[in-house]
């Protein structure tokens, strides 16, 4: 029997941990680590200073080379042959390391249950129990960067990808909007008159960059901030959300 434990690390910061984290990574046989390529370097590197933070017990950890995604127009078939790809990627880890079971840990940026695809991935894999240790998600650490609360009085909230933001504009009947997997920019296809943002890049890391204020007014300010912080570091994370209205 293999268990999977797909552990929610927050945003790379090893204080972000939940003491429940903690014990999945010190009572597994095998942490599977990930490798995004020379430009994402930075990525490995935290998980690998987490596991030096808080792994005492004698843990094996593998690391793989994550596989590239096809650019293809046919956006949803190529995420699946790309999972398909990493479980068969993590398949021949785990028969490699552990040939007759055992424990696997692997670590997931923010919560693995928010717009993230860990789970798909492993659903795939034959056999395999997963478990999941929830994790402080970035929409959380962004909002407490800017100590505002996530939703103004008694309203609801949509949580959407810059994808769908930019094809479909603001979402019907919400009046706060938290927008991830933005590729950049997606803000700019919303009208921003009475639009409040609050824009977060690398949030909860050391190099965390903050910028709030009327859409109409830091919408620039954004784009070129966001560029440059991709050119210094090789790869951006970030993260925002947008209110309609004059309550935080």
């Known amino acids: ?7 929610g690390i927050g945003t790379g910061n090893p204080d972000h941990l939940t003491a429940q984290a903690v014990k999945a ?20 590197d935290l998980r690998r200073q987490i596991v030096g933070a808080v792994v005492t017990a004698p843990v094996t950890v593998a690391e793989y080379d994550v596989p590239k995604r096809a650019d293809q127009t046919d956006y949803l078939g190529a995420v699946n042959d790309w999972h398909d790809a990493i ?14 079971g055992g424990r696997v840990a692997l670590m997931v940026w923010g919560d693995p249950s928010l717009y993230d695809s860990t789970l798909r991935i492993a659903a795939r ?13 970035s929409l959380q650490v962004l909002t407490a960067a800017h100590a505002i609360p996530l939703n103004a009085l008694a309203a609801p909230v949509v949580i959407t990808t810059g ?26 296809a919303v009208d921003p008159h009475g639009v409040t943002i609050w824009w977060g890049a690398y949030v909860g890391m050391p190099q965390q960059a903050l910028i709030h204020g009327p859409l109409a007014e830091v919408a620039a300010q954004i784009v070129e901030t966001r560029a440059r912080l991709r050119a210094e ?12 209205g004059d309550e935080r």
């Open 1 to 7: 029997m293999t268990t999977l434990s797909l552990i």
């Open 25 to 44: 990574l010190n009572r597994a046989d095998l942490i599977l680590l990930p490798r995004k390529g020379d430009d994402k370097s930075d990525l490995a």
């Open 87 to 100: 479980a068969a990627v993590w398949q021949a880890a785990i028969d490699a390391h552990l040939p007759k």
């Open 125 to 137: 894999l034959p056999g395999l129990t997963t478990e999941v240790i929830p994790g402080i998600t």
């Open 163 to 188: 994808r769908r933001l930019r094809d479909e504009g603001w979402p019907p009947a919400a009046n706060s909007v938290g927008v991830m997997l933005d590729s950049g920019g997606a803000f700019q």
């Open 233 to 244: 570091h090789g790869w951006i994370m970030d993260i925002y959300l947008m209110r309609r």
